[in-house]
C-alpha cells in the first residue's frame, strides 16, 4: 500500500515530483556501465547517484516529493537506505511506460493538480528545472525534458493520459519522438525543457567525470562525482 497525502495535502501545494530509483543491489543496475565497472562499482555509483537526485529534491519549498522505488520486495532495504523522512511509493507496472503511468494516476488522484516524474541517472537536474516544468503545465497539457539521445529525463502532467506511455520503444532513441507523436494524436498542448544528458552508458560517466575534473576550480564536487573519482582511481 502506498503511503497517500494527508487530507488536503496534495491540493494544498498542487506539485508533486515522482522520483523513480531501484534498489542498488550489484547486477541490477548501471548494467551498462560493464564490463569497465563491475557489478559493485555500478551499484556504488548507482547509490550515491540517487542519494544526490533525492536529497536535491526532497527539501525543495516549490513541490513535494515522492520517491517510486523498485522492486517492491526491498521496501525495508529502501526505507533504511533513504531514511525514515522519505515518502515512499512502489513502482506498479510490467514496463517502464505501464510504471509511469500508474505513478502519474495515482498522484493526480491522490489530489495534487501537477505531476512529474524523474529518474535518477541524471545529476544535473536542479529544482529550479523542476519548478520550470510545473510553470509549463500552468499553460500546457504535457511538458518534456529532452535527453540527448533521443530519450527524456522528465515527463510531466496534469491528466492521466495512458496512451502516451503505450507501445513505445523503451531503451531505443526514438522514445522521444514517439512520445511526441502520441502527444500531437491525442491533441495535447505541451512544452520542452532544455536539452540534458543522463549517465547510461559507459561514455556518459566520462563525460560526467571530466565535467567534474575540468570544473575542479568553479563549484563544489558532487557527491556521486566523488564516488565515480574513487572508482576511476580504483580506490572503489
Wanted: charged share 25%; proline share 5%.
Amino acid at each position: 500500500m502506498n503511503e497517500m497525502p494527508g487530507e488536503g495535502e496534495g491540493a494544498k501545494r498542487g506539485n508533486v515530483l515522482l522520483i523513480f530509483v531501484k534498489y542498488p543491489s550489484p547486477g541490477t543496475v548501471k548494467t551498462r556501465l560493464s564490463p569497465e565497472l563491475t557489478p559493485e562499482q555500478g551499484a556504488a555509483f548507482y547509490r550515491a547517484l540517487a542519494e544526490e537526485v533525492v536529497q536535491v529534491h526532497i527539501s525543495s519549498e516549490g513541490y513535494e516529493s515522492i520517491v517510486c522505488f523498485a522492486p517492491e520486495s526491498a521496501r525495508k532495504e529502501v526505507r533504511s537506505w533513504l531514511g525514515p523522512d522519505i515518502r515512499l511509493w512502489s513502482q506498479l507496472g510490467d514496463d517502464l511506460g505501464s510504471r509511469e503511468f500508474h505513478a502519474t494516476r495515482e498522484a493526480l488522484e491522490a489530489g495534487y493538480g501537477k505531476a512529474a516524474i524523474i529518474g535518477s541517472d541524471c545529476p544535473t537536474i536542479t529544482p529550479g528545472d523542476i519548478e520550470a516544468a510545473f510553470s509549463c503545465l500552468s499553460g500546457s497539457d504535457l511538458v518534456l525534458g529532452p535527453c540527448e539521445d533521443g530519450g527524456y529525463y522528465l515527463i510531466g502532467a496534469t491528466r492521466p493520459i495512458e496512451s502516451l506511455f503505450e507501445g513505445i520503444n523503451w531503451g531505443s532513441e526514438r522514445v522521444l519522438s514517439e512520445t511526441l507523436e502520441k502527444a500531437r494524436e491525442a491533441g495535447l498542448t505541451l512544452e520542452l525543457l532544455d536539452v540534458k544528458y543522463d549517465i547510461d552508458s559507459y561514455i556518459d560517466l566520462e563525460r560526467y567525470y571530466r565535467s567534474g575534473r575540468e570544473g575542479a576550480g568553479d563549484r563544489p564536487k558532487t557527491h556521486s562525482w566523488r564516488v565515480l573519482e574513487g572508482i576511476m582511481e580504483g580506490r572503489v
